[in-house]
C-alpha cells in the first residue's frame, strides 16, 4: 500500500506508505508514529501552540540519513499552519510551521517527521520567550550526574523565585525548564541564566561547569544555556526521538527524579500510554507559574553582592 487518505478529526489527511519501517530495529512504521501522534495530540498539542517549530525528518527512517527543516514546504497543504518571522541578516524571513491540530501532527509524521522542536517563544511575539531552559547531558556514561545537576538547578531556579519542571529528552539528559512571564527579551534572559550558572558552578565546582570547551570541563557537568536564544529550540514535550526503541521526550513530577530506573529514554512509544493512563501531565498548565523575569534579576542581584 503506498498512498491513504486518514480522516483525523473531521479532517482529510493526505499519508503516502503507511507501511514503510521508520525503526528498523523495531518494526515500527509510519503508521505507528503516525497513531502515537493522534493519540498524544490532547496532551501534547496545548505544548505546541502558536509555537514555531523544527521539524527533524527522515522519510527513509533512522537507519538513514534526516535533515533539520524550518521553512515551511511550498507542498505542504494550506489549512497546516505557519508563520512568517523575520530573522534579520542574512537569513531573512522564514516561513515557519506550526501545528494546532491532531491532523498538523498526523500529517507532519506522514512526512517522516520524527521529532518536533519548539521554539521557547511565541509566533505573536517571537522575541520575547516566556521559557527558559537547562539543557543537562552527562559528562560520561552515568546518569547519575544529570540527576544531580537537575536537583540543584531545580533548587536554584526556586530559590530565585521560578517554578522549575523537568522533562527528559528522549536522547541523553534532562531538561530543566522555568515559564516567564513574556516581557523580557532573549538577550536578558540568555545573560541571566548565564549569571545563574555562574552562581551554580562557584556553589559546586567539582561538579558543574559553565566551560564550552570540553578539554576544560575536567569531567564535570556542562550547564548548557546555549537554547536561550531567538531561533533556538527544545524539543517538545511527548516528541519521538531518532533513536532505537522511539524514545519519547517525558515531562516528569520532580520526585520522579529519585527512581533509579530513570533515564532519558526510560519512555517510549511503545510504553508512554501505559504511563499517561496512571498519571495526568506534571506539564499541564505550566504557564501558571509564569514568574515576572524581575524576579530572577532581583535574585541574581542579592546573590552578586553576597
Not at 498539542?45 to 527513509?60: K, M, S, V, W, Y
Not at 533512522?62 to 494550506?78: C, E, K, L, M, T
Not at 521559557?131 to 556514561?141: I, K, N, R
Not at 536554584?156 to 519542571?165: C, E, M, N
Amino acid at each position: 500500500m503506498t498512498d491513504a487518505t486518514l480522516d483525523v478529526d473531521g479532517r482529510a489527511v493526505p499519508f503516502s506508505h503507511p507501511d514503510k519501517v521508520l525503526f528498523p530495529d523495531d518494526g515500527l512504521t509510519k503508521t505507528d508514529l503516525a497513531d502515537y501522534y493522534r493519540r498524544v495530540a490532547p496532551v501534547m498539542l496545548p505544548h505546541l501552540a502558536e509555537r514555531p517549530l523544527t521539524l527533524h525528518r527522515f522519510p527513509d527512517g533512522i537507519g538513514a540519513d534526516g535533515f533539520y527543516q524550518q521553512n515551511r514546504s511550498d507542498h505542504f497543504p494550506d489549512w497546516l499552519p505557519g508563520r512568517r518571522l523575520d530573522h534579520g541578516g542574512d537569513t531573512g524571513e522564514v516561513h515557519h510551521i506550526l501545528c494546532q491540530r491532531p491532523a498538523d501532527l498526523v500529517y507532519l509524521a506522514g512526512q517522516g517527521t520524527l521529532t518536533l522542536h519548539a521554539w521557547l517563544s511565541h509566533a505573536d511575539r517571537p522575541r520575547r520567550p516566556d521559557q527558559l531552559v537547562f539543557d543537562l547531558d552527562p559528562p560520561g556514561d552515568d546518569f547519575e550526574p544529570v540527576r544531580q545537576a537537575a536537583r540543584q538547578v531545580r533548587d536554584a531556579l526556586r530559590q530565585a523565585g521560578l517554578t522549575p519542571f523537568l522533562k527528559t529528552t528522549g536522547s541523553r539528559g534532562l531538561h530543566v525548564v522555568a515559564p516567564l512571564k513574556p516581557v523580557a527579551d532573549f538577550d536578558w534572559v540568555r545573560r541571566a541564566c548565564r549569571r545563574l550558572s555562574d552562581h551554580l558552578a562557584a556553589r559546586h565546582p567539582d561538579q558543574l561547569t559553565t566551560e564550552q570547551r570540553k578539554n576544560k570541563r575536567r569531567g564535570r557537568l556542562y550547564l548548557d544555556i546555549q537554547r536561550n536564544a531567538f531561533g533556538q529550540t527544545a524539543v517538545a514535550p511527548y516528541a519521538v526521538r531518532a533513536r532505537p526503541g522511539a524514545p519519547v521526550a517525558t515531562p516528569l513530577d520532580w520526585h520522579e527524579l529519585d527512581d533509579p530506573a530513570l533515564g532519558p529514554r526510560r519512555y517510549t512509544l511503545g510504553n508512554l500510554f501505559r504511563r499517561l493512563g496512571q498519571k495526568d501531565d506534571p506539564w499541564a498548565g505550566m504557564a501558571r507559574h509564569a514568574a515576572d523575569p524581575a524576579v530572577l534579576e532581583n535574585a541574581l542581584e542579592e546573590w552578586d553582592q553576597g
